[in-house]
């Protein structure tokens, strides 16, 4: 064949160190809009951003030429250099140093773009640990949960 297709999509979760909540207004909106435009930038299309206070989902079509982890490394640090600009106040701010990628079928897409949209309304009553547990046992993935929170 003499082109390469590929439709990876990936449903990227992370979270601030120790869980610390620091992302909230005023830079809330302005992460997610400098995060959407990173993925863009990498050749990774973003389809949906947001989060919580101590957490951030991300939806993105994955390139064909980088892998999850040179994403994840890149995103993750533009982010946090962004994010110490903001003031003084944030000088402190770090990324915990794993993450949770999991596969979206194409045909699951709306439903995974509606739950990033609605992350405040579901943290109502779920923990990020409780949300991410759950993410990991649908897709099978077990958890080591003396190394998993840092």
């Known amino acids: 064949m003499p082109q390469s297709f590929s439709s990876i999509l990936v449903h990227l979760v992370f ?4 869980r610390e909540p620091w992302i909230r207004a005023p830079i809330e909106s302005e992460l997610y ?3 959407t435009q ?3 930038n990498a050749d990774c299309p973003a389809l949906a ?3 919580m206070a101590d957490h951030l989902h991300t ?3 994955l390139s064909r030429t980088k892998t999850v982890a040179d994403v994840v ?4 640090s533009s982010m946090s250099r962004w994010i ?3 003031g003084t106040g944030f000088q402190g701010f770090y990324w915990q140093s794993g993450y949770g990628a999991f ?4 045909s699951n897409v709306a439903n995974v773009i509606e739950y990033i949209r609605n992350q405040p309304e579901h943290h109502r009553g779920v923990s990020f640990q409780d949300e991410l547990r759950a993410l990991l046992r649908k897709h099978e993935i077990e958890i080591d949960e003396r190394y998993a929170w840092d």
């Open 38 to 40: 990173l993925l863009n």
């Open 15 to 18: 979270s601030t160190k120790n």
């Open 59 to 61: 939806l993105f079509r």
């Open 73 to 76: 490394e890149e995103l993750k």
């Open 33 to 35: 809009a400098y995060g």
């Open 103 to 106: 596969s979206v079928s194409q």
């Open 84 to 86: 110490k600009t903001k």
């Open 49 to 51: 951003m947001n989060g």
